[in-house]
């Protein structure tokens, strides 16, 4: 559907029969670690994403190239050398939850408190689970737009989006420590603290890409050639790289103002605006620049379709930290400290009878 030929399909076969097999690896430090940052520990989280990430650094090259007894699998390598990282960060999860958090209980609950908990978490979270879906699906649509340009095109994509998101993992990091910043502050009725850490954040975001972009502008080229020397896919990635991260710095701010629905219970308006951007301002226009001046135009399509979506963003959250102030819609909660895991039934029970 997104425009593979049949010889593309066999690297892909190569690597995703593997890789789903192993999803969960991921999957599950990727929660807990949620759980892990809730309970004040940011830092662990953390080590644990750069040592999977170094050790898929080193396994790759050992097992699609062959080093030492390790044989030679090229892409079903990566593959292998992926679910071999997530692993080590799986356990490390799970033994952190388990026994140092005491985070997980094999107690079997009361079904009616769990029922209730679940529809109460479903209604927060479902929102916020299809907006991220939608970053997929944005990068799906693109490379569907850009397939018919060829292979070269569609590789040259990838490298630029890579170096891309490597840019933008400062931009996640901050959104992880504010979200949970924001929501004490606003559950404190200290609207003026949340709405001083979302403008700070904001304005941290805006300027940091923009600080970056004539780095990379200028690096451009190199950074190119460590994914690729075929000069099509380089032309690509080089046209990427020059034009897309202006956009990237829209897209930061987006992020942000998605952490402050959130954190203000109002993840509807997470997928909202996450539809918005997808559907009416960045795949469209980019489908249209695309048409007048090529990659280029699709690019700056792309770039002008993430600012007019910032800019609703933008409005949008003012307008929702505005009637929280006017209105008071956080209401000070009494929390109770928990030491069994019956009292922790008992008050998901009294907790889905509220409105918090």
């Not at 997928?271 to 699709?298: E, H, K, N």
Request: aromatic share 12%; glycine share 8%; with cysteine.
């Amino acid at each position: 559907l997104l425009g593979a030929t049949d010889q593309t399909l066999g690297f892909i076969h190569d690597y995703m029969d593997i890789w789903y097999l192993f999803v969960g690896l991921m999957i599950v430090p990727t929660i807990g670690n949620s759980a892990i940052r809730a309970t004040g520990d940011t830092r662990f989280p953390s080590m644990m994403m750069v040592i999977a990430g170094l050790l898929n650094a080193i396994l790759d090259p050992i097992l699609i190239f062959g080093m030492g007894p390790a044989p030679a699998l090229g892409v079903k390598g990566a593959a292998i050398a992926t679910a071999l990282a997530w692993s080590v960060g799986f356990c490390a999860s799970l033994w952190i939850l388990r026994f140092r958090d005491r985070l997980l209980t094999f107690s079997v609950p009361d079904f009616n408190a769990t029922v209730r908990y679940w529809f109460v978490l479903l209604k927060m979270g479902l929102p916020i689970s299809i907006a991220n879906m939608l970053t997929p699906v944005s990068a799906a649509i693109m490379t569907a737009l850009i397939a018919p340009y060829g292979a070269h095109a569609v590789a040259g994509f990838g490298a630029g989006s890579r170096v891309e998101a490597l840019f933008l993992a400062v931009c996640f990091a901050l959104t992880a420590a504010l979200s949970p910043y924001m929501a004490q502050n606003l559950g404190a009725r200290k609207f003026d603290r949340a709405r001083t850490a979302l403008s700070l954040a904001v304005r941290f975001a805006l300027l940091l890409q923009l600080a970056l972009y004539p780095f990379i502008f200028i690096l451009a080229p190199h950074l190119a050639e460590i994914f690729s020397t075929d000069k099509p896919v380089l032309d690509v990635s080089v046209f990427y790289l020059r034009i897309m991260p202006l956009g990237t710095c829209f897209y930061g701010a987006l992020i942000v103002f998605n952490t402050a629905f959130n954190a203000a219970h109002q993840t509807h308006k997470t997928m909202i605006v996450s539809l918005i951007r997808i559907f009416l301002c960045y795949t469209p226009l980019a489908w249209i620049g695309g048409r007048i001046y090529d990659i280029p135009g699709l690019f700056t399509g792309a770039v002008i379709g993430n600012s007019i979506a910032a800019y609703i963003g933008w409005k949008v959250v003012q307008r929702t930290y505005r009637n929280i102030q006017e209105h008071a819609v956080f209401k000070p909660v009494e929390v109770p400290v928990f030491t069994t895991v019956e009292q922790v039934s008992q008050a998901a029970t009294a907790a889905s009878r509220l409105d918090v």
